[in-house]
Nanobody, 127 residues
Framework: QLQLVESGGGLVQPGGSLRLSCAASGFNLNYYGIGWFRQVPGKEREGISCISPSGGTTNYSDSVKGRFTISRDISKNTVYLQMNSLKPEDTAVYYC????????????????????WGQGTQVTVSS
């Protein structure tokens, strides 16, 4: 059974950093694109970063480009999101999700592509 578990959220001051983890089980990351999304109450879930099955392609939304970095450790079947220079507007619940239908060298930030989701982890950026 495919499962995704996020961790690493918490409270951080503006300008600080956090690293989120997405531990995958029941499937091999070499065959799935993984996306990171975030959502605040009353707003649409926003795609912010993804990594292709090959690991060679990453994409970022304009809102996080240059501040966030996605990576993965195949040996741990885990995907990470390093978040630097955090801003209050980054406050949200962060989710990872798996896309089993994407080709090896691609990933997309469209939430409708993703069939399997983690439970989310809260990130709060506040002084």
């Amino acid at each position: 059974q495919l499962q995704l578990v996020e961790s690493g959220g918490g409270l951080v001051q503006p300008g600080g950093s956090l690293r989120l983890s997405c531990a995958a089980s029941g499937f091999n990351l070499n065959y799935y694109g993984i996306g990171w999304f975030r959502q605040v109450p009353g707003k649409e879930r926003e795609g912010i970063s993804c990594i292709s099955p090959s690991g060679g392609t990453t994409n970022y939304s304009d809102s996080v480009k240059g501040r966030f970095t996605i990576s993965r450790d195949i040996s741990k079947n885990t995907v990470y999101l390093q978040m630097n220079s955090l801003k209050p507007e980054d406050t949200a619940v962060y989710y990872c999700a798996a896309d089993g239908g994407v080709v090896q060298a691609m990933c997309v930030l469209t939430k409708y592509r993703y069939d399997d989701w983690g439970q989310g982890t809260q990130v709060t950026v506040s002084s």
